[in-house]
Structures are given as structure tokens and as C-alpha cells.
């Protein structure tokens, strides 16, 4: 597929010098220079010494942005290979001390904001110390230490933030389910860590709807027997708390000093599951050094952010990427907390950046092209001048969602498509400060990720899509999987193929220029003729059709050794699949992309269903189509849409029956 990315690859913004001189990226080279004695001339020269010379990029990370440690720590790394590398070991720090030491009493830590455009309420940092404190001071009175488990059960409110502050203050592992998760979906995960202390919500607001989650809460007590408190937050109805919990008022009603529980560099901070689309979610534990670092990095050197400034990520508290906002704290920013559906009203995402003056915002991919699909032009109705930076995640940025941000949100935004994910909380490549944007096309690699795209014989390729390995180790890659003392489903997930290398299962071209294309995951990469073909290459070009709303491509392994690739589209409003739509469809792919690209069979769908976190669900689908039954084939508590699923499973019993 070499050159195919590179046409859909136009140049639409590039930064100017006086930008770059004023960034926190620069201010960090310019302090790396006086430290190192030599030149950074830009990124590209800053990623090459950060992987010639890991241990002294990360102590730098250490040293620039003054982590303290309580212990000192007595090596950088160890010499065991992926996935038993330790870092900064023997040193103790916390991770939440790190994230609350910077802010100023009066600055403000968190903007919190509801669905239907209540006023927004403010949190300053000293506010929010008193309430961690507060929490973490209950928390230790009823029985919490360190290594115990906290969970959640909660929407994007403070009340998460507080939760994960104060349990990681006590040393306590936090795990947090979104309440858009059903029962299964939340037992099937927090009944894994066995949780002492459980803090839900009563409910949360989607779509100009209050949604109730007692009845979720009450499956949830009755279905973890190691919970010995029950925390009731009243985020939707003024109820009295079910018997046998505890108010969330009560939590912050006797103040406690901060006292930070110092533990070991990896000592666990959270859990983050996969999305669970089969089986039993994978836990991946963090740890507080290697999020502390990697939360620095990330927020500070990519997002750019500094004391003051704010930072607006649409996210829910199941996606990694509310993990990730977290690291806005540690740089004296602060995070805007959205509860609410991104589109009710039509544009609602765009209107609490403009009312937050957000600086940053961080979305997925998804809801750009949702965004898009309305007729609401965010700049023509509201201010967002003080945006300077827009990061999408979640899957790839298609090529019209470039060109609509730059003209319905504001022409001269940094828009920074990243990819990473839940596996390291953070990622693996992103723009930069120096990066030009180009549509279809990230900006590179980031500072301390030795990742790279190789072949099936494991040899290095440039612009040739091969697989994304990683072959050097991160400090936030998990310390340990859950429940997986000998590290084998660790090894299985990541180092099956190449043992000491992370392969992490996208197919991915590095280009000659230093920019990065994601084709799509590998385990539904599409196999014609012997080439590979990445599904988001065809998502790319058609959803820049306004006849399309979205599409989903499946390709099939036949038993007389033929290969079906199939197409289902869902045609934007007011149009329909008819022969002339099919024609168009087959001459873009046949011109955009290559011959192999046109499918053997274009379908109409009703929808396209997707994980709770917005990706299409590929892998489901096409196990559905090889046979599998429905509930063999996916975890239905992880998806959006059920009913437009149990489509897709009566199209694949009628086309095996044909």
C-alpha cells in the first residue's frame, strides 16, 4: 500500500517560528541543551537522542519537571527484557502528590459541567486538596491499605477525580466503570480486583435524559461480596442513600491532613480493562511512577500545557483517555469535566469549550465526524479564539474531519491526531510543537517510544505498512496484567510474536518523512490477493462522500479458500444506496485507493455499532460472519447499540444460508 497514504496526505497547516520559540516543548529543549550541551534543533532531533539514550530522556523527564522522590532511587532501569523491566527502582514516590503539588491554592483545578448548559461549577486546587484529603482520611478509617481495591462506579464528575486522587493517596488500587456500562459489564470487571470499597453513582444524563442506575448499583453489591462500604454520589435525583451506604457528603465531612502513602515506583495505581468485546476484560495495572512520568511527558511536552491554561477532554471515566486528562494537573493546568452526550444539543461538545475558554481539547476521532454530520458550524456561533490545540483518539481522523475543524472550528488550530491507548494509558505517536498537519497522516513518534513498523520475518520497513512493535520499554507499560502472576496472558497479549518486543497490533506505516498512517487493527486486517488492506483507508475516503454517513468493511476467509470483502454503508439522511451511489462508491475506491479495494458486495446497514468507547466493532462482526453465534461473538454490555448488532448477527445467519 506505499504511496496510497502519501495521496491523501495535503499539507493544511503549518506552525510559525514564532509559536514554536514560545511552546513548552521549546522551553523544554532549551533547558535539554544547557543540560546535555549540545543542540535540539527540533523534535526530530530530541526523539532520535530519547531512544539512543532512554535512561537519560527519562531521567530528564525526572529532572525537568521536578518529580520528587522520597527514597531516592538507585537504577534507572533493569536489564530484564519486556515485560519484567523495572523502573527508578527502589525509589518511592505518589503518584497523586506529583499530580496536586503544582497548582496554586486559589488557580482552578477543575471546571465541572453538566449536559443542557447549566452553569459551570469551579473546583480551585486548594478546594480540591481538602476534598482528597477528606476522602483519603475516610478511606483509612474504614480499613483501606495500601494494595486494597477501590471501585467505581461513576460518570465524569469530580467526584471520579477526587475518588482516584484520594485512593491513590492511601496506596489503594482504583478501578472506575462508566455508568453506561450494564451489570455484566461492571461485575465481569471489578469482581476480578475484589474491591473493598465501592463509590457509585445513582445515575448520569445522556441525551436530555436522566438515566437511573439504582437498580445497577444494587446487582453490583449483591454481585461483589469482598465489599465491606458502599459510597452513594447523588449525581442525578435527590434520593435519600439505599440502606447500608454511605452518603458521599459524609466522605467530606471531616477534614484529615494530606498524608501521601510514599510507595515503590511500580506499585499499582490503577487498573485499566480492554474493552472486553469477548471474553473477561484484561486488567492492565499501571503504576505510579511510570503514569507520573508518562502523565508529565504527555500533558506537558505534546499537550503543551502550562500553569492556568485548561484543558477540555471529551471522555467518558471507561476510556482511557480520562486516565490520561488526569496529567493536566501536574502541570498547574486544569481539566474541564464534561457529563453528558457531545451532541444534545447539536454542537453541545463545541459550546462548553467556547464557555470553559478551553486551550486544549482532547475527543475522539467519532465525535468530529458526528459533529460534522450536523449543520451547526461551532465558529459561527460561539468564541473559540482561545482554542490553540485540538488532540483526537479512539481510531483515525478521516480526511473531511480534517477540513472541517479547520473551517467550522478555527483555521489556525494544531489539530493532532494520536494513537496510543489504555495498554500504556498514554501514546505511542501524536503531533508535536514542529509537526505540519497533514490530512490522513500523525506527526510522528513520541519522546521515548522506540516503536516501529516491521514485517512478518520481524525486518524493519519504511513506507510499507507493517506491524507497530514497540522495542524498547516504556515506564507506563503495565507492571503486571491482573490475576496473571506467571505474566502469561502478558506475554500472549503483547510478546507472542517476538519474544523481548511489544507488538501491539496495528498495522502502521512509517514514512520516510518522519509521519505516521494507521491502517487499522491487525487481528481485522483485510487479506486480498495476498495484500494487506488497512479498514481505515477505505473509512478515510468514503466518509469524506456527503451521500455516506458512515461505513464498515469486513473481509472473510471463504471455505473454498475465496475471500469475500464486503462493505456495508449507511447513507447519510435524505439519501439511499441505490445503483448510482454503488457506481460512485466503486469509482472512488478504484481511483483513491486500488482495484483490490473495491468490495465483492456493498450492503445497506441501519447503523454501525461500536464499543462504549466508539470503535467499530470489526472483530465482532466479522466473527459473526465465519459463524460464530451472537453471544459467543461479543460481550453486548460493551457495545452502543445492541439492536443494530443482532442486525448484523440476522444478516450473517441469512447470507450462511444462501
Known amino acids: 500500500m506505499p504511496g496510497e497514504a502519501g495521496a491523501m496526505s495535503d499539507m493544511v497547516w503549518s506552525p510559525t517560528a514564532a509559536r514554536i520559540e514560545k ?69 518511592r514516590l505518589n503518584w497523586a502528590q506529583q499530580t496536586l503539588c503544582r497548582g496554586a491554592d486559589d488557580a482552578t483545578a477543575l471546571v465541572c459541567v453538566q449536559e443542557g448548559g447549566l452553569p ?36 465524569n464528575t469530580e467526584h471520579a477525580v477526587i475518588g482516584v486522587l484520594a485512593a491513590a493517596t492511601v496506596g489503594a488500587v482504583w478501578a472506575c466503570c462508566s455508568p453506561d456500562f450494564g451489570p455484566d459489564g461492571t461485575i465481569g470487571r471489578l469482581s476480578q480486583l475484589e474491591p473493598t470499597v465501592l463509590i457509585a453513582t445513582d445515575g448520569y444524563h445522556w441525551n436530555g435524559k436522566e438515566i437511573d442506575r439504582s437498580d445497577v448499583v444494587a446487582q453490583l453489591r449483591e454481585n461483589l461480596p469482598t465489599l465491606r ?5 447523588p449525581c442525578v435525583f435527590d434520593r435519600l442513600h439505599p440502606e447500608g451506604s454511605t452518603p458521599w457528603n459524609e466522605l467530606l465531612a471531616q477534614d484529615a491532613p494530606l498524608e501521601f502513602e510514599q510507595v515503590e515506583f511500580s506499585h499499582p495505581l490503577w487498573v485499566l480493562f480492554t474493552s472486553g468485546t469477548t471474553g473477561l476484560p484484561k486488567g492492565l495495572v499501571h503504576g505510579h511512577g511510570g503514569i507520573t512520568l508518562e502523565g508529565m511527558k504527555w500533558s506537558g511536552l505534546y499537550c503543551g500545557l502550562r500553569s492556568g491554561e485548561r484543558m477540555f477532554t471529551y471522555t467518558s471515566t471507561g476510556w482511557a483517555l480520562w486516565n490520561m486528562q488526569l496529567g493536566a494537573l501536574s502541570q498547574g493546568a486544569s481539566i474541564v469535566l464534561y457529563e453528558g452526550s457531545p451532541g444534545y444539543p447539536a454542537g453541545a461538545v463545541w459550546d462548553v469549550a467556547a464557555r470553559t475558554r478551553a486551550d486544549v481539547m482532547l475527543l475522539g476521532a467519532a465525535v468530529v465526524t458526528a459533529s460534522a454530520g450536523t449543520e451547526v458550524s461551532p465558529c459561527k456561533k460561539h468564541d473559540l479564539s482561545q482554542l490553540r490545540h485540538v488532540m483526537v483518539s479512539g481510531s483515525a481522523l478521516p480526511s473531511a474531519g480534517y477540513r472541517w475543524v479547520l473551517e467550522h472550528v478555527g483555521p489556525d488550530l494544531r ?103 494507521i491502517h487499522g487493527r491487525s487481528d481485522s486486517t483485510l487479506n486480498r490477493q495476498g495484500v494487506r488492506l488497512g479498514s481505515s483507508d477505505f473509512y478515510d475516503v468514503l466518509e469524506d462522500m456527503p451521500e455516506i454517513t458512515e461505513t464498515l468493511v469486513i473481509g472473510v476467509d471463504q471455505p473454498d479458500e475465496g475471500y469475500w470483502l464486503g462493505l456495508f454503508v449507511v447513507p447519510a439522511p ?21 482495484p483490490r479495494h473495491v468490495p465483492d458486495e456493498i450492503v445497506e446497514a441501519p447503523a454501525v455499532p461500536h464499543t462504549l468507547n466508539g470503535k467499530r466493532l470489526e472483530v465482532p462482526i466479522k466473527k459473526l460472519l465465519t459463524g460464530r453465534a451472537l453471544e459467543n461473538a461479543v460481550s453486548m454490555d460493551s457495545v452502543d447499540d445492541p439492536d443494530t448488532l443482532r442486525w448484523y448477527a440476522r444478516f450473517a445467519a441469512d447470507r450462511s444460508e444462501t
Open 574 to 594: 435524505g439519501h439511499a444506496l441505490d445503483d448510482e451511489l454503488k457506481r460512485k462508491i466503486v469509482r472512488t475506491l478504484r481511483t483513491r485507493l486500488t
Open 120 to 155: 459551570a461549577r469551579q473546583i480551585t486546587f486548594a478546594q480540591l486538596r481538602r476534598s482528597v484529603g477528606a476522602v483519603a482520611g475516610w478511606l483509612r478509617r474504614a480499613g483501606v491499605r495500601p494494595g486494597d481495591r477501590v471501585g467505581a462506579y461513576l460518570p
Open 23 to 91: 511552546s513548552a516543548l521549546r522551553a523544554y529543549l532549551n533547558w535539554l541543551e544547557e543540560r546535555e550541551g549540545r543542540a535540539f534543533r527540533d523534535h526530530d532531533a530530541l526523539w532520535a537522542w530519547s531512544v539512543q539514550d532512554l535512561d537519560r530522556f527519562w531521567t530528564s523527564i525526572v529532572d525537568y519537571y521536578e518529580v520528587e522522590f522520597s527514597k531516592p532511587w538507585t537504577q534507572v532501569r533493569t536489564a530484564d527484557p519486556m515485560p519484567y523491566t523495572r523502573w527508578f527502582t527502589e525509589g
Open 415 to 517: 489539530i493532532d491526531s494520536t494513537s496510543g491507548g489504555t495498554d500504556i494509558s498514554g501514546s505511542f505517536v501524536g503531533a508535536n510543537e514542529y509537526a505540519s498537519v497533514r490530512v490522513g497522516r500523525i506527526g510522528g513518534r513520541l519522546a521515548g517510544v522506540d516503536c516501529a513498523a516491521w514485517r512478518d520475518d520481524g525486518v524493519p520497513v519504511v513506507d510499507e505498512v507493517g506491524d507497530l512493535v514497540v522495542t524498547q520499554p516504556m515506564p507506563s507499560m503495565p507492571v503486571f496484567l491482573w490475576n496473571d502472576p506467571h505474566a502469561e496472558r502478558y506475554t500472549d497479549s503483547y510478546f507472542e510474536t517476538w519474544p523481548g518486543v511489544w507488538r501491539h497490533g496495528d498495522w502502521v506505516t512509517m514514512h520516510s518523512d518522519g509521519s505516521v498512517t
Open 229 to 233: 462500604h458502599v459510597v452513594h454520589v
